[in-house]
């Protein structure tokens, strides 16, 4: 095993995704010499998986699996972390007729309890026949598990010692389901995305053809979850339906050691990774100049971002810290995307800087129109503003236009297409879209209709066909009839010196009398009462000054804002906490209230 696993040049004439289904397009990868790559938290190879074995282990799998002669389509639990038995089993699924449905690996602060009620609402959500863990997780899955209607719960090793079935395989065709993939929002009610072999087929073929250009020397790298869209459809099936190899690293290895990734990257040549932006932000705070001088990003050629509302600031100093290192600022490739769609919509053009669009914030709030103020802005440099004194501005990211066979309209709230630098709801139709959500036909019926369009919740405009997006319709904050975008009040945090990016988010709650009130919860790293006041005091100050609203400000330990399975900050999970912890706070008081003395009103 070379000190890169699979090599990056393959024998097997390049394919761009051009095939019905899953397991046609790994059947044609095992003819060839590339493959999976797993590294340590020490950047230690520790095993290659080439598609020629994998498609041998996942066959054998696949008869172990028909052994148990369960119904076409029943579904398996696979939790999903980023190891070889994930993916083995995963394909072993697509060969033996079954429904993978790849749930989170990850263990948050809620901890081992909070985690085990997640997976037993997925198990439940999903109604499985079947799960499988690896080591570190199957106590976890077994206890979620308990009491439900799961015929069979085990590891690797308890599936692989079935007996074999001597029927041959029957792989899942164009119309039947490739995967059951849960979206990273709620846990609390979750939403089980169903993508059908032809969508996700449709979808990768547009995304490398179109979005990459996806060629022979390509190499791609990731630190992404396998139970993520961005992470199972972009870094898992997208290299193997090119015969590309892929280098991974654990998404916990990456948020301890960032520079983990950027040492893959410089170790095997890496030409294709993507992230969320705060996966470039992680980085440029963690590179020291030593590191970079040991680095080479000079055939770095596609730096994905997308997954969330992109900051240009997060860009720009990612791309300035490893300038020095070699990578170019025109790697960058904004996208647009999410699990409804398989996973891309949009792509902006290959090699082109990314482009800013600054705009009129109090405008774009009270009347929907993005009114420029920019003059040749871009992520790597200043741009020139036509700004009044006074004058707020919004930053946002042009996404690029949709991938061929991909609708798109900005329509506002009467259902009527707004022209461009309108700003409205997103809606896309096209062959990439899921078949629903499972066991939910009314949620379905809401988002999306018979003629095909879906309600992507999101809000933007376009300009000459190019996507941008400003935020979620759903964390809109709504002030005496104007509309407030939380990102605003998130940049306006981030301004003060004690405040990093993504230490702060903001929504709204109701108060008893109908009332909303803006609320930012930010996370703070000083324990002196006096410091703390004055940062709440100063962001009070800011916020009424900039917005001219009123907004509390909670004041919370480092890491306690929750985020989504694909790790974004979760506006929803932090409106909650607050909500509790204001309960918590209520009751306390009430407590201590009661054990007080009382006076008597009576003069003795």
């Known amino acids: 095993m070379s000190s890169i696993g699979t090599p990056t040049i393959n024998s097997l004439p390049l394919r761009q995704a051009d095939f019905a289904t899953l397991s046609e397009a790994l059947e044609y990868a095992s003819h060839g010499e590339t493959g999976y790559n797993f590294y340590d938290g020490r950047g230690k190879l520790y095993r290659s998986l080439p598609y020629s074995a994998l498609y041998q282990q996942a066959q054998v799998i696949a008869t172990k699996l028909n052994s148990l002669q369960l119904p076409r389509g029943s579904r398996m639990v696979l939790v999903?972390?980023?190891?070889?038995?994930?993916?083995?089993?995963?394909?072993?699924?697509?060969?033996?007729?079954?429904?993978?449905?790849?749930?989170?690996?990850?263990?948050?602060?809620?901890?081992?309890?909070?985690?085990?009620?997640?997976?037993?609402?997925?198990?439940?959500?999903?109604?499985?026949?079947?799960?499988?863990?690896?080591?570190?997780?199957?106590?976890?899955?077994?206890?979620?598990?308990?009491?439900?209607?799961?015929?069979?719960?085990?590891?690797?090793?308890?599936?692989?010692?079935?007996?074999?079935?001597?029927?041959?395989?029957?792989?899942?065709?164009?119309?039947?389901?490739?995967?059951?993939?849960?979206?990273?929002?709620?846990?609390?009610?979750?939403?089980?995305?169903?993508?059908?072999?032809?969508?996700?087929?449709?979808?990768?073929?547009?995304?490398?053809?179109?979005?990459?250009?996806?060629?022979?020397?390509?190499?791609?790298?990731?630190?992404?979850?396998?139970?993520?869209?961005?992470?199972?459809?972009?870094?898992?099936?997208?290299?193997?339906?090119?015969?590309?190899s892929v280098d991974y690293i654990g998404t916990r290895d990456f948020a301890m050691r960032p520079r983990l990734w950027l040492n893959i990257m410089s170790q095997t040549g890496g030409t294709v990774s993507f992230s969320p932006p705060f996966g470039y932000e992680l980085c440029a705070r963690r590179v020291r100049p030593t590191d970079i001088e040991r680095l080479d990003l000079s055939g770095w050629r596609v730096a994905g971002v997308g997954a969330e509302t992109i900051r240009p600031s997060s860009l720009r100093n990612f791309a300035e810290a490893l300038r020095p290192a070699g990578f170019k600022a025109n790697s960058f490739l904004a996208c647009y995307g999410m699990a409804e769609v398989s996973l891309a919509i949009s792509f902006a053009p290959l090699g082109r800087e990314v482009i800013i669009d600054s705009v009129d914030a109090d405008h774009l709030g009270q009347n929907h129109v993005a009114i420029d103020l920019t003059v040749g802005a871009s992520a790597s440099g200043p741009s020139t503003m036509q700004v009044n004194p006074g004058t707020r501005v919004n930053h946002f990211v042009r996404c690029g236009h949709s991938l061929p066979g991909m609708d798109v309209e900005i329509r506002n709230a009467e259902g009527q297409t707004l022209p461009d630098r309108h700003c409205g709801t997103i809606y896309v139709r096209g062959p990439s879209l899921m078949s629903g959500y499972l066991n939910e036909p009314e949620i379905t019926a809401r988002v999306l209709s018979a003629d095909g369009w879906l309600n992507t919740g999101d809000m933007g405009y376009v300009i000459d066909g190019e996507i941008i997006i400003t935020g979620r319709q759903k964390d809109m904050i709504i002030i005496n009839g104007r509309n407030i975008w939380p990102q605003d009040l998130e940049y306006i945090a981030e301004r003060q010196p004690e405040i990093r990016p993504e230490d702060a988010s903001a929504f709204a709650v109701v108060e008893d009398d109908n009332r909303e009130v803006a609320v930012m919860v930010v996370q703070c790293r000083q324990a002196d009462p006096a410091v703390r006041s004055d940062l709440a005091e100063r962001l009070r100050a800011a916020v009424h000054e900039e917005m001219g609203i009123e907004c509390r400000i909670d004041l919370v330990p480092p890491h306690t804002l929750p985020r989504t399975s694909s790790g974004k900050l979760s506006r929803s999970g932090a409106k909650q906490d607050y909500l509790q912890r204001l309960q918590q706070t209520t009751k306390t008081a009430a407590t201590i209230s009661t054990r007080l003395p009382q006076t008597s009103s009576v003069d003795g």
């Not at 709620?186 to 073929?205: D, E, K």
Request: include cysteine; aromatic fraction near 10%.
């Open 80 to 244: 999903a972390e980023t190891c070889p038995d994930f993916v083995r089993f995963f394909f072993a699924c697509q060969l033996a007729g079954l429904t993978p449905v790849p749930v989170p690996a990850a263990v948050h602060l809620g901890g081992r309890e909070a985690y085990i009620k997640q997976l037993r609402r997925l198990i439940q959500s999903c109604a499985p026949s079947l799960a499988m863990a690896p080591p570190d997780y199957l106590d976890m899955l077994q206890s979620a598990c308990g009491g439900l209607d799961v015929a069979h719960v085990g590891g690797a090793d308890y599936y692989e010692g079935l007996a074999s079935h001597p029927a041959p395989l029957q792989p899942l065709q164009p119309d039947e389901l490739a995967y059951l993939q849960y979206t990273s929002g709620s846990t609390q009610f979750p939403r089980g995305v169903m993508i059908s072999q032809s969508a996700v087929m449709h979808n990768l073929n547009g995304i490398l053809e179109y979005g990459l250009d996806m060629g022979a020397q390509d190499r791609c790298v990731s630190w992404l979850p396998f139970y993520h869209d961005m992470g199972l459809v972009g870094l898992l099936l997208a290299p193997m339906s090119t015969q590309r």
